[in-house]
């Protein structure tokens, strides 16, 4: 049985350079109905034993020692986190955490069509959808198994639902998307949706990354320019879109002016925003990350079945407190941890 606590008066979490730690990503699952190229090595990954995935009462046990120490944000990812199974039970369980303000959830899209409502009904408030390309034959290259369709579809079914925010996020890769850029943002604008650009990292040991692919945020930002001749670019606060991510926010100046065209670029590669990060990471198995770029991590699942909340309690501290100042990602493909994009959710 977890042994539970009374957490009410305990110091906000803040690491050895005076970052506040308020935003947890949640993993809830290393498995995936999709295989995408720059997430899963090809041969694939050896997946987290069934008894060592965290129960949704050790999920809420470590979640409340979380927001006792100040987090007030939950991303909920994967893997693909909507293949857990009664996950929106587990989504409704988290939002009545004393102290949990806002949930959000990152998605590969296709179980949208199914679940956008009910997700929304259990307490998701934001939504990102992955969409690296429009094109069927690409994205179905790109994602191995994907199915751009039935994406498109659970977008829809996003939109009919009510989510707050709804982003659209696209892994920038030169010779692949590069030539989409406008594409997807008009794509996203007239939906009233938010795109972003994501530059690729060298995880797995850079085993998935090309340096000659990486699509750098300058590039990016010249790509959306050049779509509609004559615009300019303003740097913007993100307005709604602005959550507790990494992302910088762009805004699109047209002639004519028109609605607002805010996109923003998450660029840990060519533009690092580690000085101002906030955020720690929980794999589905306990383990907590304190940076993605390091494959080093505390595993609190041990230590909440052996020695309760209050034992884990010290032990996020322990972790927020080998906290680096930033990761070591080359633009060779060096520098960047063992660990696959999917074991730790982005």
Known sequence: MVRTMDTTAIDPLTDPQGRRIDYVRLSVTDRCNYRCTYCMPEAGIDHIDRGDILSFEEILAIVRCFAALGVRRLRITGGEPTVRRDLCDLVRRLGAVPGIEEMSLSTNGHLLPELAAPLRAAGVARLNVSLDTLDAEKFTRITRLGDVARVRAGIEAARAAGFAVIKINTVAVKGFNDGEIGALCDFAWSRGMIPRFIEQMPMAGGEMFVPGELLAAHEI??????????????????????????????????????????????????????????????????????????????????????????????????????????????LLGIGGPRKSMISIGG
């Open 221 to 330: 930002r010249d790509l959306v320019v050049a779509a509609w001749p004559g615009s300019r670019l303003v740097a913007d606060d993100g307005g709604g879109a602005r959550g507790a991510g990494p992302a910088r926010y762009w805004r699109l100046e047209v002639p004519g002016g028109g609605p607002v065209r805010r996109f923003g670029i998450i660029s840990a590669m060519t533009e690092h925003f580690c000085d101002a990060c906030n955020r720690v990471r929980l794999s589905a198995s306990g383990a907590l990350h304190a940076c993605l770029g390091f494959d080093d991590a505390v595993n609190l699942r041990d230590v909440l079945r052996s020695d309760g909340e209050p034992a884990v309690i010290a032990a996020i501290h322990r972790a927020v407190g080998a906290k680096r100042p930033g990761h070591t990602f080359g």
